[in-house]
């Protein structure tokens, strides 16, 4: 039977990750950690949960000892402008949190999951279709991180034979919990003040391509890559998956087909804005598709349809 320790289970991935890994392995199988657990009672009071720095090793190790899990998530960190803001935070955050639950996953025998990004690429990596593997120089201190991350994470399944898995995400898009410190909030941001006020300035210029992914299929892929057989992974810690490349205008489009007056307008935020031009512009997600049979479901209409959807029906609740 698996169990399950989430980091950062209640930020942007951890919170939708950890009710859908309760539906399929139980409740009692998953542990929900977080430093903070303020504002998600709903979620801390729906299953086992416990309060976790992880930059604290031992903390982290008696937990999973505390509960004998059999499979580290782990998904605490600094998003790139955050990472940006404060780079020293984010290096001990990232790295020092990144190697704790690493030595946790091989002191207790226990697969493994973190997950890189598109952040992991820089200005000399091809920007169209970028491929698995080619130039990884980025220029940003959250990228160094998902660099540095895809390496350790390859050298504990090569050193110590820890079963180690991770994908290259794209900006995600959720309705659920909405992300902190991203460059490509603007794609969640947008949907919000569409319904809100039918307008939005976004901070990232016109023409930025990036890749996004809708938060259903980034979790589809988590798990299949994690219930992969072994044998088929040979990018195992870092397979480029995307869905969809998409500049702003492209999601004001979409948003026009429900809210026809919808108006987008720009004040370019040069610090978000410089991170997006360092990285690609698509990824070529093949060796996804070819070791572990994935393929995203949601495009940008399908995705634009029920975000609006299920946004209006939870702004229709949001106490005021
Ligand atoms: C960020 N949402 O903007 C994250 C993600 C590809 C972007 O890594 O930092």
Redesign the pocket.
Known sequence: MKKILITGALGQIGSELLLKMRDIYGTDQVIATDIKSDKHQGLVQSGPYETLDVTQAQDMFHIAQKYQVDTIIHLAAL???TAEAKPLLAWNLNMGGLVNALEVARELRCQFFTPS???AFGPSTPKEHTPQVTIQRPTTM?GVNKVAGELLCDYYFYKFGVDTRGLR????ISYVAP?GG????YAVDIYYEALQKSRYTSYIAQGTYMDMMYMPDALRAILALMESDPAKLIHRNAYNVTAMSVQPEDFAQAIRKYIPNFKLDYKVDPIRQAIADSWPNSLDSTAAREEWGFSATYDLDKMTMDMLDKLQEKLSHKVS
Do not use: H, M, N
């Open positions: 998003l790139s402008a990004s598109i952040g959250y995400f794209p900006g995600l992300p991203g460059t490509t909030d």
